[in-house]
C-alpha cells in the first residue's frame, strides 16, 4: 500500500546508503529532496532530477525550510568519517529531534529512520563502550513514543566493511573478526529503504535489513581467494594495539577512537542474533520486491572493476 505522491526527502542524501536510497526513489518516479551544503557537489552525486536544498542540516532554519511540500521523511545522517567525527552529536542526535519537531508542526506523519542492525544496550556496557549506541538508542525510543507513521530499519554493515581490510593479498583484521557479523549490499538497503518510503502500511514496524548469510572475516578472505584465483590471507592483529594508538591519537584524530570501538563491537558480535540472520533475511523477501546482492555477486562485481 502507498501513500501519496508528495514530495520525499532524504536527509543525509548524498551519504554511502543515502545516495542510494535517493537512486532508487527517483527510478520508481518520486519526487526527491537532498539537503547540502554544497550544491554542486550533491549535484554531482544525485543528478539532476533531484532537488538539491542548499544548507546544513544542523541548522534548525535550514530544516524548516526544507521541509516544505514534503510529506515523507527518510534519515539516513551519519558522521561516521574523520571529517565529521566531531560533530556526531550536533548531526546524529540533535539534527534528528530537530526534524522530529519541526516535521510535527508541518504535519509530515510518515518518517523512517536508518539506526543500527540491533543495538543492545547491555552488551555496549559489558564491552564499556556505551556511549556507542546511546544516540541510537534515545532517537529510536523517541521515535517508537511518536505519534509518527514510523518504521526504524536496523542497517547491517555494508559488505564493504570486509574489503576495507584486504590490501596486497592481505586481510589484516584488528581483533581478527571471528564472530560472524551480518552484512548486505548498499544496492539492497537502498532499494529496500526506497520501497519502505513509498509504502504506508509499514507503521509501528522495526526491520532488520541484512544479506542471506552471516560472515567471519576469515570466511570472506578464503572466498574472495576462491572466486578470483588470488590468495588472500587472513591476519589477526591484538585489538588492543587500536586501542593504545587510538589513545594516543585522540587530541587529534578522534575517529580512530570511534573506530576501535566500532571493531571492539564487530569482534563481539552477538552470535544468536547471527544464527538468526537467514530468518531475517527471508523476512525481507516476504516484504519487499528485490532481487538480493549476495556477497559472491560484490566479490565478482569488484574482481571486474579491479579492487580485488
Not at 174 to 201: C, F
Amino acid at each position: 500500500m502507498k501513500h501519496d505522491n508528495g514530495q520525499i526527502i532524504v536527509f543525509g542524501g548524498t551519504g554511502y546508503y543515502g545516495r542510494k536510497v535517493v537512486e532508487k526513489l527517483v527510478n520508481k518516479g518520486q519526487s526527491v529532496k537532498v539537503v547540502s551544503r554544497n550544491y554542486e557537489s550533491a549535484k554531482k552525486i544525485v543528478g539532476e532530477k533531484v532537488e538539491i536544498f542548499q544548507g546544513d542540516v544542523t541548522s534548525r532554519e535550514t530544516i524548516i525550510a526544507s521541509l516544505k511540500n514534503v510529506s515523507c521523511i527518510v534519515i539516513c545522517l551519519s558522521a561516521m568519517s574523520n571529517k565529521l567525527i566531531g560533530k556526531m552529536k550536533q548531526i546524529e542526535r540533535d539534527a534528528v529531534l530537530t526534524i522530529m519537531e519541526e516535521a510535527q508542526k508541518a504535519n509530515i506523519s510518515r518518517l523512517v529512520y536508518i539506526s543500527g542492525y540491533e543495538i543492545r544496550e547491555q552488551l555496549l556496557q559489558a564491552l564499556r563502550i556505551p556511549e556507542f549506541g546511546a544516540i541510537k538508542i534515545e532517537i529510536e525510543s523517541r521515535i517508537s513514543q511518536s505519534d509518527f507513521n514510523w518504521t526504524i530499519l536496523g542497517d547491517a554493515p555494508a559488505y564493504e566493511i570486509f574489503f576495507a581490510f584486504v590490501k596486497n593479498g592481505k586481510m589484516t583484521v584488528p581483533g581478527g573478526g571471528l564472530n560472524a557479523i551480518p552484512s548486505i549490499s548498499a544496492e539492497d538497503v537502498g532499494e529496500i529503504t526506497a520501497q519502505v518510503a513509498i509504502r504506508n502500511d509499514l507503521k509501528g514496524e522495526r526491520i532488520k535489513l541484512t544479506g542471506p548469510k552471516a560472515f567471519t572475516f576469515p570466511e570472506v578472505a578464503k572466498r574472495i581467494s576462491e572466486i578470483s584465483g588470488k590468495k588472500i590471507k587472513h591476519i589477526t592483529i591484538p585489538l588492543v594495539i587500536i586501542n593504545v594508538v587510538s589513545f594516543i591519537l585522540m587530541p587529534f584524530a578522534p575517529f580512530v577512537r570511534y573506530l576501535y570501538k566500532s571493531l571492539k563491537m564487530l569482534n563481539n558480535f552477538p552470535q544468536d542474533l547471527a544464527a538468526d540472520v537467514p530468518k531475517e533475511h527471508q523476512l525481507l523477501r516476504e516484504l519487499f520486491e528485490y532481487e538480493p546482492e549476495t556477497l559472491e555477486m560484490e566479490i565478482r562485481k569488484r574482481i571486474k572493476e579491479n579492487k580485488i
